[in-house]
T-cell receptor
Framework: SQQGEEDPQALSIQEGENATMNCSYK?????LQWYRQNSGRGLVHLIL?????REKHSGRLRVTLDTSKKSSSLLITASRAADTASYFCATEGNNRLAFGKGNQVVVIP | KAGVTQTPRYLIKTRGQQVTLSCSPI?????VSWYQQTPGQGLQFLFE???????NKGNFPGRFSGRQFSNSRSEMNVSTLELGDSALYLC?????????????FGSGTRLTVV
């Protein structure tokens, strides 16, 4: 089954620094999505990258996708304290998402 | 524009009981999915509905069921509750079902089984 797996799992950075998270998956995908979750609440969709795209930007977010390596990365630039959250990658196939275990990111003011 | 609404927010049930959770998607969204989140297993797909039809079901026992109404609102039901069913249950809706859009999630229902 498709399964995103993020690396690293926990990250602590100073405000203003960049944060990078990686995600790998096992099978072919329609798209890969990144979500943020604050304190066990609902997930917030950040960005979707289709399988035929290599890079996508949204504000301070940059996502890359390498289908040959079955991997993706999420870069958050100029982090803020409000970016403190868990970040999940999810691969989509057959109208279902397969999530990774998530990255806990703590941004220290 | 109202987001995805899940009710109730919190629920405490006793082993053996059954529970029904409700989800109202964003107006116009016809695809509704349900996910279970636990510390041990993470986020796992339960099922997905589109225009009242279940199109996909995850690897959960038959005690977990769901349905979608003509107004796209959805309910999921868990019968004969077990302690391991304690989890955050998340509902998500999407415009269309073709994989071009991300999902909008509700805040979830936190179910505790005692």
């Amino acid at each position: 089954s498709q399964q995103g797996e993020e690396d690293p799992q926990a990250l602590s950075i100073q405000e203003g620094e960049n944060a990078t998270m990686n995600c790998s998956y096992k099978t072919s995908i329609n798209n890969l999505q990144w979500y943020r979750q604050n304190s066990g609440r609902g997930l917030v969709h950040l960005i979707l990258i289709r399988s035929n795209e290599r890079e996508k930007h949204s504000g301070r977010l940059r996502v890359t996708l390498d289908t040959s390596k079955k991997s993706s990365s999420l870069l958050i630039t100029a982090s803020r304290a409000a970016d403190t959250a868990s970040y999940f990658c999810a691969t989509e196939g057959n109208n279902r998402l397969a999530f990774g275990k998530g990255n806990q990111v703590v941004v220290i003011p | 524009k109202a987001g995805v609404t899940q009710t109730p927010r919190y629920l405490i049930k006793t082993r053996g009981q059954q529970v029904t959770l409700s989800c109202s998607p964003i107006s116009g969204h016809r695809s509704v999915s349900w996910y279970q989140q636990t510390p041990g297993q993470g986020l796992q797909f339960l099922f997905e509905y589109f225009s009242e039809t279940q199109r996909n079901k995850g690897n959960f026992p038959g005690r977990f069921s769901g349905r979608q109404f003509s107004n796209s609102r959805s309910e999921m039901n868990v019968s004969t509750l077990e302690l391991g069913d304690s989890a955050l249950y998340l509902c998500a809706s999407r415009l269309g079902g073709t994989g071009l859009y991300g999902y909008t999630f509700g805040s979830g229902t936190r179910l505790t089984v005692v």
